[in-house]
């Protein structure tokens, strides 16, 4: 039996590639990891837009370019505030050039969840070719593919790698009424919680808006959000329908990893510990 660690989009295309020999332990609930969606304000929102540079990635997307308007502000300061030891940001944090926007990702998640065994629980001890989860189940395993953290495996198994150093992300989703001058707005200040937003119209004069607050180690106050959208003149109240609010650990990865497991195949950007953008890990992924 195969293990794959996480049911992220890697992790279900692992599985479904090998579906009788495969079986996925997820933490979460709901699959499709960063990609999967929720309901706000009655419409199914992913956790992070689904932005792409190359819509041709993955068969039977449905898409449409997504063409930003981009408002940037003291943009010099934007790597310090983010990740000072970082050489560049990731892909998705680049909005230049043709974009597209993937308006079907939920059923692609559907799609290929099907006939996959996912169990939702997750590993806590991994020793002598056997997996122990967090609610007392004892799996045997082949082979470990692994989609979740890199970091967070190894501890598992007794082993540390210093290399290994992340910029976590808080993001708070807002469904906004009323149009703005821009789609994607950038603040390199750093007086101000949020460094980005990504904006995109979703019925009429309604809006889905990605807040990106950066950290490393202390979590952004969800009203100190509010305080320098309000501050800034970006958003008033009256203009907010809704909110959601997700931490994201691990969102921009940095570091080389120096530690290697014969029984651990890493794939994916947090197996891999690079920052890939979702085509590049699902190509690899295929060559995992």
Not at 162 to 168: E, F, G, T, Y
Not at 225 to 241: G, M
Request: with cysteine; charged share 25%; hydrophobic share 40%.
């Amino acid at each position: 039996m195969n293990i794959i660690l996480g049911g992220g989009i890697s992790g279900l295309l692992l599985a479904s590639l090998n579906k009788e020999e495969s079986l996925i332990l997820e933490l979460q609930h709901e699959v499709g990891g960063l990609f999967a969606t929720e309901e706000i304000s009655g419409t199914n929102i992913s956790i992070i837009p689904p932005i792409v540079s190359n819509p041709n990635f993955m068969e039977g997307l449905k898409y449409h370019e997504y063409n930003p308007r981009i408002i940037s502000e003291k943009s010099k300061y934007l790597k310090d505030k983010i990740c000072k030891e970082c050489e560049t940001f990731p892909l998705w944090l680049d909005f230049t050039g043709k974009k597209f926007w993937i308006d079907n990702f939920s059923e692609i998640i559907s799609n290929l969840s099907k006939g996959v065994k996912i169990i939702n629980e997750y590993p806590i001890i991994i020793k002598d070719k056997k997996i122990i989860t967090n609610k007392g189940r004892s799996v045997i395993f082949d082979k470990i593919y692994n989609t979740i953290s890199r970091k967070e495996l190894l501890k598992l198994v007794g082993y540390n790698d210093p290399n290994l150093k992340s910029v976590s992300a808080f993001i708070t989703i807002l469904i906004t009424k009323g149009e703005k001058e821009w789609d994607v707005y950038i603040n390199g200040d750093t007086g101000i919680v949020f460094s980005h937003i990504i904006r995109k119209n979703i019925e009429s004069d309604i809006f889905v808006n990605y807040i990106y607050s950066f950290f490393t180690s202390r979590l952004p106050d969800i009203k100190k959000v509010f305080s320098d959208l309000k501050r800034t003149h970006i958003f008033s109240r009256d203009e907010i329908l809704a909110y959601r609010s997700h931490v994201i650990k691990d969102a921009i990865l940095y570091g080389t990893p120096s530690i290697e497991l014969d029984f651990i195949k890493n794939c994916g950007r947090l197996g891999l510990w690079k920052n890939i953008s979702l085509e590049e890990a699902v190509d690899l992924v295929r060559k995992c």
